[in-house]
C-alpha cells in the first residue's frame, strides 16, 4: 500500500510516504535548534514548532514523493508515547486529511515505528524476525523482544529514571559543550582515555540484575560525573574534558550493549536491531559491533535519517498495520504520551 506518515512526538515535525517497504519520500524539519539555550526539549517550544513547521513538511514530502492525497491508500500518524501538546499537533493533521480525503487513519506506537524503520533499508537484506531491538534516544531507553512487529513485542526493560540520550544532553552542559551533547560529547571524546575515571555502570550489580536485568538508569552515572567534576573545579584544578567525556561514553556504551547481547542470548536471538538518535553514537556502535560479532549475533542499525524521529518510519508501522488487517483507528482516538508497546496501535474506544 501508499501510506503517509506522520511524526511529532518530540522536537522532529516528519512527514514520509512509503510504497510497500520501498521509501518514497522523508521531510524533517526540526525545533531541536529552539531548544538549544534550554539544554533539552521544551514541550511547549515543540508543539508551537509542530504547528509551524507541519503543513510545509506535508507539501515537502508529497512534492518529493510526486504523488497527490487522492493516491493514498492509508494515513498514519504517531499517536504515542511522547510528548502530550506535540503529539496532538500531529494527530490533529492527520485526522483533518483523513476526514477530508475518506482515507483509512492508524494512530501507530512510536517504538513500533523505530523499529519498522529498520524494513526500510535498500542497503541491507530484509529483516528477519524474531529480533531484539534496543532504542535509544533523547526521550527512550527501551530493550524489546519483537516476535512480530504488529501483533507480538515484548518490552524486556527500559530506562528507569533518565533516557541515554537526555544523559549526554546533561552531561555535555555540565562539561561545557553544547546541545544535543551527544554528538558534541563524541567529537571530544575521541582525543581522551576511556579508563581514566571509573564512572559507575547503572543496574550492573548482582543484587540490581535479579530485579533488573534489561532496565537501565543513568541518573546515578550523570550525578557521578557532576560530583567528580565539581570536586576538580573546588581544588582549583582543570577539568579534563576529553577524559571525562571519553570515560562518560564508555560507561554508557559498555552497560547499553552488555544488556543487548545479554537478552539476545537469553532469548536465543541472534539479531540485534538499534534505533534513535544514540544509535549514532560511535562508541556504541563500535562496541555493538564487537560484542555482537563476538556471540555470532547480526547486529542492524539502519542510517542516521531513518534511526532518529522520522515520519517514514510510522509510515512503514501504518502499512503493516493495514497489511496485517488491522481496523483503522476511529476518528476520535487521543494522544497517549505512554502508549505501552503492547499496543502497536492507538487503542481503540470502547476496548479500553
Ligand atoms: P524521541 O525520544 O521521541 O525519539 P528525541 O528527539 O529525543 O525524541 P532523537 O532525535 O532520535 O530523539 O535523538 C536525539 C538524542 O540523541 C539527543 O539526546 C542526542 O544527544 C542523542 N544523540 C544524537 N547523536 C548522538 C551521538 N553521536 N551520541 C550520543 N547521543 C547522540
Ligand atoms: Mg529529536
Ligand atoms: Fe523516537
Not at 532469548?267 to 556471540?295: D, I, P, Q
Amino acid at each position: 500500500p501508499l501510506v503517509l506518515g506522520i511524526e511529532s512526538s518530540c522536537d522532529e515535525t516528519g512527514v514520509g510516504i512509503v510504497r510497500g517497504r520501498t521509501l518514497l519520500a522523508n521531510a524533517v524539519a526540526s525545533s531541536m535548534d529552539e531548544h538549544a539555550r534550554f539544554g533539552g526539549v521544551v514541550p511547549e517550544v515543540a508543539a508551537r514548532a509542530h504547528v509551524e513547521a507541519i503543513a510545509p513538511t506535508l507539501r515537502a514530502a508529497l512534492d518529493e514523493a510526486n504523488v497527490t492525497l487522492d493516491e493514498l491508500d492509508a494515513i498514519a500518524v504517531t499517536a504515542g508515547p511522547g510528548l502530550a501538546g506535540a503529539l496532538m499537533v500531529g494527530i490533529g493533521a492527520a485526522k483533518g486529511l483523513a476526514l477530508a480525503t475518506g482515507k483509512p487513519l492508524y494512530g501507530v506506537n512510536h517504538l513500533v515505528g523505530h523499529v519498522a524503520a529498520e524494513l526500510l533499508r535498500d542497503d541491507a537484506p530484509e529483516l528477519e524476525l524474531p529480533t531484539i531491538a534496543l532504542l535509544v534516544s533523547g526521550g527512550h531507553t527501551s530493550l524489546l523482544h519483537v516476535r512480530d512487529l504488529v501483533n507480538d513485542v515484548e518490552l524486556l526493560g527500559e530506562t528507569i529514571d533518565d533516557a541515554a540520550g537526555e544523559a549526554f544532553d546533561k552531561v555535555a552542559r555540565l562539561i561545557g559543550l553544547g546541545y544535543p551533547g551527544g554528538p558534541q560529547i563524541d567529537r571530544i571524546a575521541v582525543d581522551g582515555d576511556p579508563n581514566a575515571i571509573a564512572f559507575p555502570r547503572g543496574l550492573m550489580r548482582a543484587r540490581d540484575l535479579e530485579r533488573h536485568r534489561f532496565d537501565f538508569s543513568f541518573s546515578g552515572l550523570k550525578t557521578s560525573v557532576a560530583r567528580w567534576v565539581e570536586q576538580r573545579q573546588d581544588a582549583g584544578e582543570d577539568v579534563p574534558v576529553a577524559d571525562v567525556a571519553a570515560s562518560f561514553r564508555e560507561a554508557v556504551a559498555d552497560v547499553l550493549t552488555t544488556k543487548a547481547v545479554d537478552a539476545c542470548l537469553s532469548r536465543e536471538v541472534s539479531r540485534l536491531v538499534l534505533g534513535g538518535g544514540v544509535a549514532a553514537n560511535a562508541r556504541v556502535r563500535e562496541l555493538a559491533a564487537e560484542r555482537c560479532a563476538k556471540h555470532g549475533i547480526e547486529l542492524r542499525i539502519p542510517p542516521l535519517r531513518l534511526c532518529t524521529d522520522n515520519g517514514a518510519m510510522i509510515a512503514m508501522a501504518g502499512s503493516l498495520l493495514m497489511s496485517a488487517g488491522r481496523t483503522p483507528s476511529p476518528l476520535d482516538f487521543g494522544a497517549d504520551s505512554t502508549l505501552p508497546m503492547t499496543a502497536a496501535q492507538a487503542t481503540l474506544p470502547g476496548l479500553q
